[in-house]
């Protein structure tokens, strides 16, 4: 009969605890300070767009050049906001969320950190 491989013998940290910390707490309340403010944006920006639609089609359907209007414009400007938020997300991240959550992980997971590499 085979025997399967028990699990790795270190410690394991208890994760509640790591939620209570007020490292995680930090990391938590950095990460809602970006993506609630931006949600809200967002949603907002979106629903103006559906209730223009819905409610001024004459403002939505002003030629700007050609058989382009401002509903096509606004319409394209959706998918443009999309991929700015992104980029904004990812810079943000890598800025605040990145450090602090690799800070966290190398506690949980035993690794010196740089100020006890250091001394």
């Known amino acids: 009969m085979a025997t399967t491989p028990s699990p790795d013998p270190s410690?394991?940290?208890?994760?509640?605890?790591?939620?209570?910390?007020p490292e995680f707490?930090?990391?938590k309340r950095t990460h809602r300070s970006f993506v609630?403010?931006?949600t809200v944006f967002f949603l907002l920006w979106y629903f103006a767009y559906v209730?223009?639609?819905a409610y001024l089609p004459e403002f939505m359907s002003i030629k700007v050049m050609g058989n382009i209007n401002i509903g096509l414009i606004l319409g394209l400007l959706q998918f443009v906001s999309t991929f700015?938020?992104?980029?904004l997300y990812v810079s943000f991240a890598n800025r605040k969320l990145d450090p602090k959550a690799t800070a966290i992980r190398h506690e949980i997971e035993g690794h010196p950190t740089t100020q006890e590499a250091s001394q």
């Open 25 to 27: 707490k930090e990391l």
């Open 51 to 53: 209730l223009a639609a």
């Open 36 to 38: 609630f403010p931006m």
């Open 11 to 21: 410690p394991i940290e208890d994760f509640t605890e790591v939620q209570n910390s």
């Open 84 to 87: 700015v938020i992104t980029a």
